[in-house]
């Protein structure tokens, strides 16, 4: 096998994996391209992304870009024969698109054509899906519509977040990585085109993750897990964001109408669509994030909010 030079693309943690899996075999990392540090946290401190720490940790050159095509003069010059991308945030044109020897690959973390788009972990556990995973595919210029070379399954199941999916097809989706760019390196690698209904995962909105009560208690609870933990599921009691950071369904409770609360002896309970929902875990607006029954007990008895 001959090792292979590359350009790996990457910003959040979800890529870390793969660029330390590549950086620890044969193949050599030529540049890591990731997005500019950017201000996190309450004092918005400058920070560079996981990838651009990873990098620097390695001594691999890094350099950051919005677009690729901020930094085209500074890539068509090198001698690269792949490119690998994992969750860069922006798309690879013409000529980048076309500039490594072997073209690009992606690992996209659905079982495409399900879910094509910015967030299919999160969309795929919003919709209900029996299971997930990754596919390692050929870039092309439409949005996750190349032949694929590798995939992974995994169940979802009834309690798993997006984020500990996520985490999950990093790591395993970094050993597909390798797999394929060790085979495109030695010829063995062959794509196949993509087959099925194609469905699409844009990106999450803060609407996306306001849980609706008259929804049955899957549809709420699936939707839950799903956007945590970004962009985190909220509510509103007495006009006040509450975000819902835990939640189980209540199948052994009495029916509540939707968003009316019930609080017993060690628990409080919600009403949905169907079954109730009981909270777990809250963080009120301006507090901590608390036990949801301790939250309860600081309510008035007599006038429990409804949530909506």
């Known amino acids: 096998m001959s090792a292979l030079r590359l350009v790996v693309a990457g910003s959040p943690s ?8 590549l950086a620890e075999s044969d193949h050599e990392i030529v540049r890591v391209i990731t997005r500019p540090a950017s201000p996190q946290g309450r004092k918005r401190v400058l920070t560079p992304t996981p990838v651009a720490d990873e990098a620097a940790r390695r001594g691999i050159a890094v350099l950051e870009a919005r677009r690729l095509s901020e930094i085209e ?51 795929a556990v919003i919709a209900g899906d029996a299971q997930t995973g990754a596919t390692v595919f050929r870039l092309t210029e439409g949005l996750d519509e190349g032949d694929w070379y590798a995939r992974l399954t995994t169940p979802i199941g009834a309690h798993r977040t997006a984020g500990s999916l996520l985490d999950e097809l990093s790591d395993s989706g970094a050993t597909l990585v390798r797999t394929v760019v060790d085979q495109l390196a030695n010829g063995t690698a062959v794509a196949r085109p993509q087959e099925g209904e194609v469905t699409v995962a844009p990106k999450l909105s803060r609407d996306d993750a306001m849980l609706r009560w008259g929804e049955n208690a899957e549809q709420v609870h699936h939707r839950l897990r799903g956007v945590t933990p970004e962009p985190g599921s909220f509510t509103h009691a007495d006009g006040q964001v509450i975000k819902v ?32 929902l009981e909270l777990v875990r809250v963080q009120p607006a301006g507090k901590q994030a608390m036990a949801a029954i301790d939250w309860a007990r600081g309510l008035p008895a007599d006038r429990l909010p409804v949530l909506a």
């Open 245 to 276: 950071l835990d939640a189980v369904i209540a199948r052994d409770a009495a029916p509540l109408p939707p968003g009316h609360l019930r609080r017993e002896s060690s628990r409080v309970l919600v009403g949905t669509g169907t079954q109730p």
């Open 14 to 21: 979800a890529a870390v994996p793969t660029l330390a899996t």
């Open 73 to 123: 003069s500074e890539l068509l010059p090198l001698d690269i024969d792949l490119g690998v991308i994992v969750a860069y945030g922006a798309l690879v044109r013409e000529p980048l698109l076309s500039w490594p020897r072997l073209g690009w690959i992606n690992l996209h973390f659905s079982l495409l054509p399900r879910w094509r788009g910015a967030a299919p972990v999160q969309h």
